[in-house]
């Protein structure tokens, strides 16, 4: 049981920046532009594709939507459908089958849905207007916004010391992978500021 | 601009409380838009943060206002909310954290609910009961390599699957000459591929069971109430062997923090070791048949050893597990689960 304070709460942040997050801090960080999907989202009839290799941030685009959208009501596919109507976000769209993927759109107005595969053409098929989105962000700039995002979350003011990573060293090494550069960061900031700089 | 902003304001900022205390202070109100206020409610609860989906469990609640609120106005709620005499005690590891606070949100009709929370330390004295937390159940478990009833059966269908492949070329489905030739060669390799993989899965299902055999009648008893920090727990095994066997008995003492994050295909465990004890309980040596074994494992708790937790998605773990390794045989293991309190 070490004696040594990890590095946030060295710098008074009430919890790691890179753990865990609520759906509503989710939502509250998320780096993405979500106005043009929404204006998409303004008529009936049409959905919205997000799609990406595991940890590019689809699911946050959702939680995007679904900020931007009060009313919207977000599940994971397999979960039971909502009522007839609404404007559903549905996540993991393809870990169901088929009829299971039609059962959760049919009662649907509007949608938007995360897939790791394109389904624009079985969406057309069941009588959507599909606009899709390929999601990976590959610049520094934006990964480094979306790191800086997680601290000014809990730290809206400047901090009292040089946050304990290097984050170009991490980047290098996860490149786009979002869930992977969350995890390099959290293992960062679990270190004493003495040992700042880490190099992960 | 939020319609207002609220502050928990406490007697004690910062302050460390025990079981049973009771926590005073205020909730301050800056009202920046004319708005109703539907219940401005204060809440004691504790928080899990980290590496796991958060959890939140709610211990005390108290409405201190409903009513309507002016621009420019600022109010002053006073609050007071106890602590339950059986807590969980506040902790900061590395995959989780369990942190107290009192908790403020206002229920502002067609608006973002504002809230505010300030953190409290809650220590539990050493000898007094703690919570282990909503999920805690302390048992002694055979630590099974799956669920033996679904890898039975799935080694059953792989079976049958390969019982169809062999049958279909002998020619009950009918077919003739090259055609069955070609089908004995596809029934073959299928066989050839199913069955070895369905005696495995029959073996994983079935590998706990057979591991007890080599035992015969098997005892284990450990503590059934809360051990406390600084204090020896024991854990004995006997066993009386139906013939003799070759092995050793070890016994391992380790805590671990175990985190579970996101949902469905994104859902990952995490684990990390607090800490590793071994002892050998019996060097490797013959056991006679019929002779009855008994050997007793004893660790010294740590006098700063972290208390059991146990929720959703987040767990700090004890555990004693028990291992003997049969030369020749599957090896037996039971896992104790420990209650540890401060």
Known sequence: MSDHLPAFRELNLPRNPFGELTPDEWAAVAVVDVDPLVDWLSEDGRCVQLVGACGRGKTTHLHALRRALPHAVMRRAGRQPPGPGDLLLLDEYDIVGP??????LRRASRCAVAAHADFSRQLGWMGWQVHTVHVAVRDRATIA???EHRVR????????AAPPVDLDAVVDRTGDDLRALTDALYDAWQHPLEASRVQV | MSKCDLAVVLEKPGGTFGPGDT????????VNQDCRCNGLTVTLRWATHGRGNRKTRTFATEIVFTGDWKAGEQHLHPFELTLPDLVSPSYAGTLLNLDW???????IPWAFDPEASSRI????????????????TQSAEAVATGNSAVLVITAAMLVLIAGVGFVIPLGIAGGSGPDRAEMAIVG??????????GALVAWMGLRKQVAAKALGDIRVSGPTG????????????GFTPPKAMTGAITATFTGTERCVSGSGTNKRTHTHELLRLEQTLRPQGTFDAGAPVEVTARFRLPADIAPSFEASENALRWEITLDVDIAGWPDWQQRVLLHVAP
């Open chain 1, 153 to 160: 979350q809990l730290a809206p003011g400047p901090l009292p």
């Open chain 1, 99 to 104: 009829l299971a993927r039609w059962r959760h």
């Open chain 2, 101 to 107: 606070e009192v908790y403020a949100t206002a229920d």
């Open chain 2, 188 to 197: 073959l390799i299928v066989c050839g591929t199913v069955v070895p993989i």
């Open chain 1, 145 to 147: 916004r979306i790191a």
């Open chain 2, 23 to 30: 926590v005073v202070g205020m909730v301050t109100v800056d």
């Open chain 2, 121 to 136: 330390t809650v220590r539990v004295p050493p000898g007094v009961p703690c919570d282990p937390g909503p999920e805690f």
């Open chain 2, 226 to 237: 809360a051990v406390h920090a600084g204090e020896e727990v024991a854990v004995t095994l």
